[in-house]
């Protein structure tokens, strides 16, 4: 992955320079931004280090497939781009190796493969991988339980502690319920322990 490093006085200026000399949308960057002092005077000065994502999907893709294949599974990548994030999706021989107990091989892929890109160009990229619609099945799972246990503590008025989840999962819950009438969600606990307690509102 190439690094393109751009420095100037503004955000605005230094992406639209990097969109020009790179003749590309700006939802085909990443890129991040930080600020320098220098000079007896400590002028402030922006710099900005872009990378283009379909270098990133390349440079995954080879990485994704030199893991899997040494486990001995063989592997198609299928890639899209979302609004808010890059989705890569694997396809196996062996889903069920892939996805692991609770999706936790998964998860352990999706960080190694973040903090590789990371350390190569200090760039957080926001990817995010599935199997055979794994994580969308356990999202509506996730989603479907809350609410029925929701409709529990709305009728018998007493809060009832979830599972231990991840932030992503609990942080789903408290969005799904935020508007749900007669109950509050608190997370309580200690990682990697922590846990969605659904209150009665009253």
């Known amino acids: 992955m190439k690094i393109y490093v751009y420095e100037g006085k503004t955000e605005e200026e230094l992406v639209l320079k990097a969109l020009n000399e790179l003749e ?12 320098e002092t220098t000079g007896l005077l400590k002028k402030k000065k ?24 040494a486990i001995g599974l063989e592997l198609n990548i299928e890639t899209k781009r979302k609004e808010n994030h890059i989705l890569i999706k694997l396809h196996s021989n062996n889903n069920s190796i892939l996805i692991g107990k609770n999706g936790k091989t998964l998860e352990s892929l999706q ?9 190569k160009t200090g760039i957080h990229a ?9 994580k969308e099945k356990h ?17 018998t008025q007493i809060e009832i502690k979830m599972d231990s989840m991840n932030s992503y999962e ?23 322990n922590r846990c969605v307690v659904i209150k009665p509102s009253k």
């Open 24 to 35: 590309v949308k700006e939802d085909e960057l990443l890129y991040t931004v930080k600020e």
């Open 170 to 192: 609990r942080r789903l819950i408290h969005e799904v319920l935020k508007d749900f009438k007669g109950v509050k969600t608190e997370s309580e606990g200690e990682e990697p």
């Open 139 to 155: 999202q509506r799972s996730i989603e479907f339980l809350a609410k029925k246990l929701a409709k529990e503590v709305v009728q």
């Open 46 to 69: 922006l710099i900005l280090n872009v990378v283009l994502k379909t270098e990133v999907l390349e440079y995954s893709k080879k990485f994704l497939k030199q893991i899997v294949q």
């Open 111 to 119: 960080v190694i493969l973040r903090q590789s890109i990371y350390v």
């Open 126 to 134: 926001n990817i995010v991988l599935d199997v055979e619609d794994y």
